[in-house]
């Protein structure tokens, strides 16, 4: 049962180009979305979260947003950059049943020079 | 900046036997977690630890796998009788609270059963 969607498993860009990456989820109980980086042999990099409460949040390069009625969420990188190179997770937790983060599959992001 | 540790970085063992793996979590966290990731799946929750106690635990912690943080500052995993399908990376987690938290992950252990 796979309560967080990615749905591309890869995705190559162009340096200084935007990076796209989305997630789905279908349980309506999360109410918290978190994006991680991971490199191989690493654990996963925490980069951006949201809250339901909100459909956008901005870091820098890094822009989250969520789309509730959609149960979509996808993250922005602009401008793209090779060390931007790595496996992009979404994680969503639901806090009124919990503390575990569920992960999608996740997407290898590719940024070429 | 402070960051998860975990030891070791890679441990092989003979099906059956125990295996401890071990973490420092961030020293201001209060929330501490185990997940895993077998090759080529997703990274699967195993157990959440608060007040030195389990908070949640997924269906794969099952009676083979415990939790203990013997001092103020290690935070365990135990295996007792290790199987094949235990090979995977695990990776430990903190957090400041639990609402609305940024899990931040270790490194990993790769666990390898022969």
């Known amino acids: 049962d796979q309560q967080v969607k990615q749905n591309s498993p890869s995705l190559s860009v162009q340096e200084g180009r935007i990076s796209i990456l989305n997630c789905d989820y279908t349980?309506?109980?999360?109410?918290?979305f978190l994006w991680y980086k991971k490199y191989p042999a690493e654990g996963p990099t925490f980069l951006i979260s949201?809250?339901?409460?909100?459909d956008k949040n901005e870091d820098g390069r890094f822009t989250v947003f969520l789309n509730k009625s959609a149960k979509h969420l996808s993250l922005h990188i602009v401008p793209s950059q090779p060390g931007d190179s790595a496996v992009y997770f979404c994680?969503?937790?639901?806090?009124?049943?919990?503390?575990?983060?569920?992960f999608g599959k996740g997407t290898t992001l590719s940024v070429s020079s | 900046e402070p960051e998860v540790t975990q030891t070791p970085s890679h441990q092989v063992t003979q099906m059956g036997q125990e295996v401890i793996l071990r973490c420092v979590p961030i020293?201001?966290?209060?929330?501490f977690y185990w997940y895993r990731q077998i090759l080529g799946q997703k990274v699967e929750f195993l157990v959440s630890?608060?007040?030195?106690?389990?908070?949640?635990k997924s269906e794969i912690f099952d009676d083979q796998f415990s939790v203990e943080r013997p001092d103020g500052s290690n935070f365990t995993l135990k295996i007792r009788s290790t199987k094949l399908e235990d090979s995977a990376m695990y990776f430990c987690?903190?957090?400041?609270?639990?609402?609305?938290?940024?899990?931040?992950f270790g490194p990993g252990t790769r666990l390898t059963v022969l």
């Open positions: 987690a903190s957090s400041v609270d639990s609402y609305y938290n940024e899990q931040f």
């Open positions: 630890f608060y007040n030195n106690e389990i908070s949640e």
């Open positions: 349980n309506s109980m999360f109410d918290y």
């Open positions: 949201i809250s339901s409460i909100k």
């Open positions: 994680a969503a937790v639901a806090n009124q049943a919990g503390t575990a983060l569920i």
């Open positions: 020293s201001n966290h209060l929330y």
